[in-house]
């Protein structure tokens, strides 16, 4: 089985920042990308970034310039960044992990997600 789980959330003052964290453990043969997820009250799941096990990073738009994912292969955690916070940053934050479960099966696991509120 393979558990992800993240942390890190909390509320903030617009302007501020956070840093999330996703570690993935488990059994698996290899971790392959790691990727944030957010989903606002009364709003659809929505792709916040991504990053490839060799470190190749995309963002949405929306918070490109504000946030930076990153990774630690040797703890298979993956950690975002968030600055300049805005309110409408507000949401819940899941992370998906894509692992290679043997040779030709992968999975994509997810956590339970962590609250991020952005408010004065």
């Known amino acids: 089985q393979v558990q992800v789980v993240e942390s890190g959330g909390g509320l903030v003052q617009p302007g501020g920042s956070l840093r999330l964290s996703c570690a993935a453990s488990g059994n698996f043969f290899r971790l392959n990308d790691m990727g944030w997820y957010r989903q606002a009250p009364g709003q659809q799941r929505e792709w916040v970034a991504s990053i490839t096990s060799a470190g190749i990073a995309n963002y949405a738009e929306s918070v490109k310039g504000r946030f930076t994912i990153s990774r630690d292969n040797a703890k298979s955690t993956v950690y975002l960044q968030m600055n300049s916070l805005k309110p409408e940053d507000t949401a819940v934050y899941s992370c998906?992990?894509?692992?290679?479960?043997?040779?030709?099966?992968?999975?994509?696991?997810w956590g339970q997600g962590t609250h991020v509120t952005v408010s004065s």
């Open positions: 998906k992990a894509t692992v290679q479960l043997r040779i030709g099966v992968r999975g994509d696991y």
